[in-house]
Structures are given as structure tokens and as C-alpha cells.
């Protein structure tokens, strides 16, 4: 399999509105458009004549019509020519479906299976899409360490001063990588402590899993008490979704989900919705600042001196060659 024969979010339902919006997956220019009866084409974006980008054309009932000589196309990219009624032309099409609040796209020949989202009793806070300027492997190599946390977030991870004491464990299978990370947490304001139910001496608990069919990670986060194993009221459930623009370009789409114990609707949360985005949103956006400020974008790691929480980044290398890329 190459990487677009897998399923990627390529855009949030929300930003597909009327017009037809341009998006890029490892290097392909792809325009989304949403018809009349709100299905969703993905189409390559270039028009069969004479080249026109189809995105820059205009939606007409349940076909996209070129900007250049009115050409249309559906869903399934069948064109049809005003000017030349017999004639057969195709733009090349992509396989599309939208779930959990986003566009999906795939080559269209391609057997990939949608990712499952496991969300039973979970709330959805928000879904985020955050763009940086770095390829694949280091964005991934920052959303799956937690020495970075100290310095970079304001919310999740350790504090620097005890970070020696944070465990960390790898557990592998053929086609995922599990960290799991435990140790003292970061002291933040005490509103925020008692909002999510944190126990004064509670441990920050980090434990996710990367897939690679498409390139994601599924964290969890929450607070214990290390010795009674008493948990915090809210746990949060991230998927985060790495998707290749181009080499040099990642697109982060985030669905944050939060379970919480508390009583009422959606264990409360609802009320705190907008907080919990916002902190999320920054969160996101302290990486995304790191990660551009490296001063050497090559993902190879040789030559790297690397740290006790960096196996990670050999074995998920593996992994995005084999699986994604389908290099063997
Ligand atoms: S280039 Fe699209 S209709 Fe001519
Ligand atoms: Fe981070």
C-alpha cells in the first residue's frame, strides 16, 4: 500500500460548506466539493480539458463546474461538456465518506479499512485541525514522547524538576506501539485541579497507542493516586491523525473526547466545553511552535543521541515504512 491508499481525514465536515476546497494528501492536490443533496465528491484537482484547478471552480446542483469553459463533473467524477454534448471525459476520483464530524479520502482502488474509534460513554469535546510545517516522522516523534512536556505544555505532562522520576514502558505488536508513561504532575491552577476532580498528590497518567493505517495516535489522559490508584472525575480520549500534506507539511486532526463521572448530561462537561477546547487548542499549539522551530527537518535519526523515551521513534519508524508507505 503508498500512503493515500489509506483513509485520512483530509478536512473537517464544518469547513466543507457550499464551495469546493482545496486539500493536499502526500503531495496530491485533491478538491473536496459538497453537492446540492449533501454528498461529498473528492475529485483530483485538475480538469480533464485543459488543466483548469477544479477547486477554483463553482458547485451547480450535484455537479462541480470548471471555471475555465463550464465543464462539470459528479460526485464520481463522470464530466460532461456543455459545448460538446458527446463527448467523454473523467476527472480522476477518490474513494470519500464522512464520519465523526470529518471528510475522509482514499485512493480509490485501495481495500484500507476506516480506523475505529472505540468512544462508548465518551463526550465529544471538539475537533481540531492544526497544520505544521515539518514531515510526518517528527511531528510524530513530538505527539509520542513526553520529555518534551515539561518545557512545551502548560496542562499535560511532568514538571522538569521531578521528570527523572516519570516511568515509562513500551509494549509492541506488528502493526502498533504502546507507551505508557506515569510519574508526579505539572501544578496548574487550582480551578482547573478541582474541575477535573485531581487529587492534590495525584500522578499524571499518559497512555496511548499509534497505528499506522492511517498514521494515528489514541492517548489517554488522566490523574491517579499512585499508591491508592484513586482516579481523577475526567478522563480525556484523544485521536490525533498525522496526515502528509506534502514531505515538508503535516496536518494534525485532533477528536478530543472526554469521559467524565460526574453527574448530568454528558457527566457535566458540556457546560465546560469552550474551556476544554481552548486548552486543548493551545496545548496543540505549543507543539506545533517546537516543531518548527527545529533546526534540522530531516527525519532521519542517525546521528540523533537519543534519550530513555525515544525508542519510540525507531520502532515507529518501522512501522510508517512497512505499513503506510508500504516499503518492505
Ligand atoms: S479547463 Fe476545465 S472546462 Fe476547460
Ligand atoms: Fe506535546
Excluded at 459528479?74 to 477518490?94: D, I, M, V
Excluded at 521528570?163 to 482547573?192: A, C, Q, W, Y
Excluded at 496545548?283 to 517546537?290: N, S, T
Amino acid at each position: 500500500m503508498a500512503s493515500i491508499d489509506h483513509w485520512h481525514p483530509l478536512l473537517l465536515s464544518r469547513s466543507l460548506k457550499n464551495g469546493p476546497v482545496a486539500v493536499r494528501l502526500a503531495g496530491r492536490e485533491i478538491v473536496l466539493f459538497r453537492a446540492q443533496s449533501g454528498k461529498v465528491g473528492a475529485l483530483e484537482d485538475y480538469c480533464p480539458h485543459r488543466r483548469m484547478r477544479l477547486s477554483l471552480g463553482k458547485v451547480v446542483g450535484e455537479r462541480l463546474r470548471c471555471l475555465y469553459h463550464g465543464w462539470t463533473f459528479s460526485c464520481q467524477g463522470e464530466g460532461e461538456s456543455p459545448a460538446t454534448p458527446k463527448l467523454y471525459a473523467c476527472a480522476g476520483r477518490f474513494d470519500v465518506q464522512e464520519s465523526h464530524g470529518a471528510v475522509w479520502v482514499k485512493s480509490a482502488d485501495s481495500k484500507a479499512q476506516m480506523p475505529k474509534f472505540d468512544i462508548d460513554g465518551f463526550y465529544n469535546i471538539c475537533n481540531l485541525h492544526h497544520r505544521v510545517k515539518a514531515p510526518l516522522e517528527l511531528v510524530v516523534d513530538n505527539f509520542c514522547e513526553i520529555e518534551h512536556t515539561p518545557t512545551t505544555h502548560a496542562f499535560f505532562g511532568y514538571p522538569l524538576e521531578r521528570m527523572h522520576e516519570v516511568e515509562v514502558e513500551f509494549e509492541t505488536t506488528d502493526t502498533s506501539v504502546r507507551v505508557i508513561n506515569r510519574g508526579p504532575r505539572k501544578d496548574f491552577g487550582t480551578v482547573l485541579r478541582w474541575m477535573l476532580g485531581i487529587g492534590r498528590d495525584y500522578h499524571f497518567m499518559d497512555d496511548w497507542t499509534t497505528y499506522f493505517s492511517p498514521v494515528h495516535s489514541v492517548y489517554d489522559h488522566w490523574w491517579q493516586h499512585p499508591v491508592t490508584g484513586r482516579e481523577n472525575m475526567v478522563r480525556w480520549r484523544l485521536y490525533i491523525f498525522f496526515t502528509p500534506a506534502d514531505e515538508n507539511e503535516t496536518v494534525l486532526t485532533t477528536f478530543a473526547f472526554t469521559k467524565s463521572r460526574y453527574p448530568g448530561p454528558a457527566g457535566g462537561v458540556r457546560l465546560f466545553r469552550w474551556l476544554m477546547r481552548r486548552k486543548l487548542d493551545h496545548e496543540i499549539r505549543l507543539d506545533v511552535r517546537i516543531l518548527e522551530g527545529l533546526a534540522d527537518k530531516n527525519p532521519n535519526i542517525d546521528g540523533m543521541k537519543l534519550s530513555r523515551f525515544d525508542k519510540v521513534l525507531g520502532l515507529n519508524r518501522e512501522r510508517i515504512e512497512r505499513i503506510y508507505r508500504g516499503n518492505a
